[in-house]
């Protein structure tokens, strides 16, 4: 009897601790399947956001060939096709950041925001000659709106069989009746609230402006060969409107490189990348002061040498508008 009483309490002193081990194996199990899930998914997102940086530098490539001598329209429609490539990558990657899960895969997807940001504001400002604001930035990731389903052949066949009818009544009753009846329908359809594909976060647009500066400096450095370029050909004597415009555009650039650079150098304490973008930032700003110094002095020493004008247009094109500094010249083009 006492040994039946032991083994009875031996069985009853086993079970609680398999039950232990069975509710560990099943918790630790849980974390398993729940780490896959988040790696899993990272990896989904960090794929989509290099896809998005990809075809960002590409738009970024496309708006760049305004200095090559294409018309902006031309330019702005290539641009509008990448931004709607782009705008099936957004789809895409909402669906694996929605709700808490963007903060979670933040810097995961960062990288791909800014490059984006950094190929819209460029977009907005050969168009605008500005920046972009943040609420700005924000409604350029709206989708879309959704077009309206076709109408069948049977309502349609009603419709024109109605018009002449409704032209009839419309004949009777007063202009401005007719007009007050539509804009309910119209109001209802654009007042459906389209969400953005994701958040634009304040430091993911300050590092798309801080790398704008790069494309801007390109950009000078562009409209410096062009005019050097127009006055061999002697169309900038005399204030000619081409060779005006691109002294304004040297000069816009410049003031608004600086403008970024007295509103941004407050703010390197706060974000962990800025001060890294403010060094080329500074190293972009003094290659378009450096090309503005070539454009106006050495352009008005040399106006009479056409030869030496070639030289320093072909040396300042194959340099990058680089001056001593060679290091921000090749930080700029890695970053691009």
Do not use: C
């Amino acid at each position: 009897m006492s040994a039946q009483l032991s083994t009875d309490a031996q069985v009853n002193s086993q079970v609680p601790s398999a039950t232990r081990a069975d509710r560990l194996m099943s918790s630790f199990s849980a974390f398993r399947t729940e780490l896959d899930q988040h790696q899993a998914q990272r990896e989904r997102i960090v794929k989509l956001s290099r896809d998005v940086t990809a075809l960002s530098k590409q738009l970024i490539f496309a708006l760049h060939r305004i200095a090559s001598g294409k018309g902006i329209q031309t330019v702005v429609r290539e641009a509008e096709g990448k931004m709607k490539d782009l705008r099936v990558l957004f789809a895409k990657l909402q669906g694996e950041v929605q709700g808490a899960d963007f903060w979670r895969y933040e810097r995961s997807v960062s990288p791909g925001i800014q490059e984006y940001l950094e190929g819209f504001t460029f977009y907005y400002y050969l168009q605008h000659h500005s920046l972009p604001t943040l609420e700005e930035a924000q409604a350029s990731l709206i989708p879309p709106p959704t077009p309206p389903p076709p109408a069948s052949e049977a309502p349609a066949a009603g419709a024109s069989s109605s018009a002449a009818n409704d032209a009839s009544i419309s004949a009777a009753v007063p202009t401005e009746q007719t007009e007050d009846a539509r804009p309910p329908i119209s109001d209802s359809a654009e007042q459906e609230p389209r969400e953005p594909y994701f958040r634009v976060t304040i430091d993911d647009y300050l590092g798309g402006v801080a790398d704008l500066t790069g494309e801007l400096m390109r950009l000078a450095i562009a409209s410096v060969g062009k005019n050097l370029s127009a006055s061999l050909a002697g169309q900038s004597g005399g204030g000619g409107d081409e060779g005006g415009g691109d002294f304004a555009d040297i000069d816009r650039i410049g003031k608004l490189v600086r403008e970024i650079k007295g509103e941004m150098d407050p703010l390197a304490i706060y974000a962990r990348w800025l001060p890294k973008k403010l060094t080329v930032l500074d190293q972009s700003l003094a290659k378009i002061e450096n090309a503005s110094y070539n454009l106006r002095i050495r352009g008005a020493e040399y106006k009479d040498s056409p030869a030496m004008l070639q030289a320093l247009a072909r040396k300042m094109a194959e340099s990058g508008g680089a001056s001593e500094r060679r290091g921000g010249g090749d930080e700029i083009e890695a970053s691009a």
